[in-house]
């Protein structure tokens, strides 16, 4: 397999590349420079994210990646929730690559085939000395995977829980992204968007996409009433 940096066509479309420097670390700084170390192998193998959806969890192990490939580390990005309706074949070979990031894990619970294919790429990579970075929206434990030797080997590394951001985290985050594309994005309007959308990232950065389209189009500032009327808000 080719060396490089391995991703599958994720979620909704975005113009906005996934890297380390766009992530808002908020109370989770320490573990962007334990997976930097990882990276470079100066640090524990194994790593277990745990987050909630929002959280960034997924941006970490996609910036993994982006790191990776920027230092010269093959790397791949499995996205569970996108693959289980595929068969594990898709993870034959993996391990010739150093870095294997496994989100989603929690998708694939009660899934036996799919279990047994993590359990044994796990066990593969491992032995070939490469390093695993895996995220679930759980603790191992919690996840209610029935293969227990999975389970013990999801709690082998390191485990990392992240921290949600706050209110103004979020907020600096949306005005940050919008003025990285030449919009201007008022504190009220980046307000309003926290109270009227999904709270988490991933579904604000998707709205964000969504008013930058419609600004260009119709040549308007964004303010809330165009907010309300593009969204379809009350």
């Not at 890297?19 to 100066?42: C, P, S, W, Y």
């Not at 996840?143 to 709690?155: A, C, M, Q």
């Not at 829980?161 to 985050?173: G, N, P, R, Y």
């Not at 003025?179 to 709205?207: N, Q, W």
């Amino acid at each position: 397999m080719q060396t490089g940096f391995l991703q599958l066509p994720l979620g909704f479309p975005s113009r906005d590349e996934v890297t380390f420097d766009n992530f808002v670390a908020g109370q989770n700084r320490e573990i962007v420079t334990g997976l930097k170390h990882t990276i470079h192998g100066e640090s524990e193998r194994i790593v277990y994210i745990c987050g909630a959806r929002g959280q960034g969890a997924s941006h970490l192990l996609k910036a993994s990646c982006h790191y990776a490939h920027l230092h010269q580390v093959s790397s791949v990005y499995l996205p569970l929730s996108q693959l289980k309706n595929l068969s594990p074949d898709v993870l034959l070979g993996l391990e010739s690559l150093t870095l294997i990031c496994i989100d989603d894990l929690h998708h694939i619970a009660q899934l036996p085939e799919w279990e047994e294919a993590i359990f044994h790429l796990y066990n593969r990579v491992y032995d070939a000395g490469g390093r695993i970075m895996m995220a679930a929206n759980d603790l191992p434990r919690a996840l209610n995977i029935s293969l227990k030797d999975l389970v013990s080997r999801l709690s082998w590394g390191i485990i990392y829980q992240l921290q949600s951001l706050t209110d103004a985290e979020k907020q600096a985050i949306i005005i940050a992204r919008a003025d990285e594309r030449g919009i201007y994005l008022s504190d009220e309007v980046a307000k309003y968007l926290l109270t009227h959308c999904p709270r988490h990232m991933g579904a604000l950065f998707a709205v964000l996409d969504v008013l930058d389209k419609a600004s260009l189009a119709a040549k308007r500032r964004l303010t809330i009433p165009f907010v309300k009327e593009i969204l379809e808000l009350s």
